[in-house]
């Protein structure tokens, strides 16, 4: 008696293996472009929340009188946003000289202030003062009431009640906005 081994033989045809692998290949691209859009989405979300602690770090600063080249500077401390020269990078800074807005050589790391460079795909894409956009804007806490001002430019320091910091994700163009109100409410939307 002769038994055809291939008649008795269990497995996959070759159409069966294909459609398989297809549907495998067809939900591992899915979860991979979702997890590129999560990744994308969760680096937009850090470099708002940095900012906002960075803001809130100024504002610390400004309130607890930290020194800054071994003196309390006049007009506290702040955070300064200038989209015309980079819009991917702000100053945390001391307002030596109580005017309210930046001026060079108020932000130099070894004396207490700083520069952050934002993540490559993120930028600096508006600033509002109140519902105004501008180029410039100007962060300062100033000890002892407490005092939050919110100042444009430095060519025009007029005061507003709030200001608002808008960063966008170059490849999918999300956005995060973080805003500061009067009363020093810094707050991630």
């Given at each position: 008696m002769i038994v055809n081994f291939f008649k008795f033989q269990k497995g996959f045809t070759m159409i069966e293996l294909l459609v398989s692998v297809s549907i495998i290949a067809f939900l591992m691209s899915i979860f991979i472009t979702n997890y590129r859009g999560g990744s994308r989405q969760l680096e937009l979300s850090l470099a708002a929340q940095k900012m906002a602690s960075d803001i809130r770090l100024a504002q610390s600063k400004g309130l607890g009188s930290a020194e800054y080249n071994n003196s309390v500077p006049a007009?506290?401390?702040g955070v300064y946003f200038d989209r015309s020269v980079n819009d991917k990078r702000y100053l945390v800074f001391a307002d030596l000289n109580n005017n309210k807005i930046y001026d060079a050589g108020e932000a130099i790391t070894g004396y207490g202030g700083s520069t952050v460079d934002l993540p490559i795909n993120i930028?600096?894409?508006?600033?509002?003062?109140?519902?105004?956009t501008t180029n410039r804007l100007n962060i300062?806490?100033?000890?002892?009431?407490?005092?939050?001002?919110?100042y444009?430019?430095?060519?025009?320091?007029?005061?507003?009640?709030?200001?608002?910091i808008v960063l966008r994700e170059s490849t999918d163009n999300?956005?995060?906005?973080?805003?500061?109100?009067?009363?020093?409410?810094?707050e991630v939307q």
């Open positions: 007009g506290g401390w930028s600096i894409s508006d600033l509002k003062f109140n519902v105004s300062t806490f100033v000890p002892p009431d407490p005092t939050t001002n919110i444009s430019s430095s060519f025009s320091p007029a005061t507003t009640t709030f200001g608002s999300s956005i995060s906005t973080i805003k500061v109100n009067s009363f020093g409410l810094i």
